[in-house]
């Protein structure tokens, strides 16, 4: 399956308001639940510390439904996603005038380019790094280190945990996968440390952290703060 069908294709088939189902926020085909999207609310808001005046910059934003539950604690919002059809969505249903910007484009490309990119205060990447090689993370990590000076915090959440891949992976009674392949359907599983050791090296503390055990995803993915140092 490659990226163009999982991201850019798949959506079309549901609704337009079917905002989880297009994104694959599910569980057997079914929206995950609100308290499992409060979770995440509530992981990303407790690690990002938003302040009024905060800019935030959303990188593979989709369809920004998640996105909408941290507006009214932020004062600007960029998001950014290569799907013209979730971009779409994102505008009809989650534009605040004045307040939401959303763009299509690759978000390396996109965060490389960014005209306001000094003005950042924080930086989300919510379900989509395993979707980026780890050369492109690589350089988004350098980009924002150097050139997103006002830049505090990076949130990369639901990172799919190569520790864990092997018992997932044989839980569903799969035995031909790869752990490297941004196209394939969960993309590319990371160690904790590897995460680490990029976020040091762009000049980031970095701390990770786990969902609690009643998250539906719980288990096999983990989250990664870098904070820059004061
Ligand atoms: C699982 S969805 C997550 C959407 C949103 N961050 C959320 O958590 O609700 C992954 C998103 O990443 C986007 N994406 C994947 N690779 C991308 C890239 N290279 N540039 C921009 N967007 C990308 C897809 O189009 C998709 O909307």
């Known amino acids: ?28 085909g079914k929206p995950v639940s609100e308290q499992d999207i409060q979770m995440i609310v509530d992981q990303i808001s407790g690690a990002l510390r938003f302040r009024p005046g905060d800019v935030l910059l ?3 934003c989709g369809n920004a439904a998640l996105a909408s539950y941290l507006f009214d604690s932020i ?6 996603d290569f799907s013209e059809y979730l971009v779409g969505v994102a505008r009809e249903f989650f534009s605040i005038p004045g307040k939401t910007h959303f763009y ?8 490389l380019e960014f005209p306001e990119a000094s003005r950042i205060t924080q930086v989300l990447v919510y379900g989509v790094i395993s979707y980026l090689s780890a050369d492109s993370v690589s350089t988004l990590l350098k980009t924002i280190g150097s050139q997103y000076g006002a830049c505090e915090r990076i949130f990369i ?13 044989q839980r569903r009674n799969v ?3 790869r752990l490297d392949d941004p196209q394939s359907p969960i993309g590319v599983w990371w160690r904790a440390d590897e995460f680490v050791v990029l976020g040091e090296a762009c000049g980031f503390n970095v701390d990770i952290m786990t969902m609690p055990n009643d998250f539906y995803g719980a288990g096999y993915r983990f989250d990664v703060l870098m904070t820059r140092p004061v």
């Open 175 to 177: 035995v031909d996968y």
């Open 1 to 28: 399956m490659s990226d163009d069908y999982l991201h850019k294709e798949y959506p079309k088939q549901f609704d337009r308001d079917a905002f989880w189902q297009q994104i694959k926020r599910t569980v057997n």
């Open 58 to 60: 959303d990188l593979g």
């Open 157 to 169: 959440g639901n990172v799919p945990d190569k520790k864990k891949a092997a018992d997932f992976f």
């Open 104 to 111: 299509c484009g690759d978000a390396v490309e996109a965060t």
């Open 75 to 80: 004062s600007e919002y960029h998001g950014v």
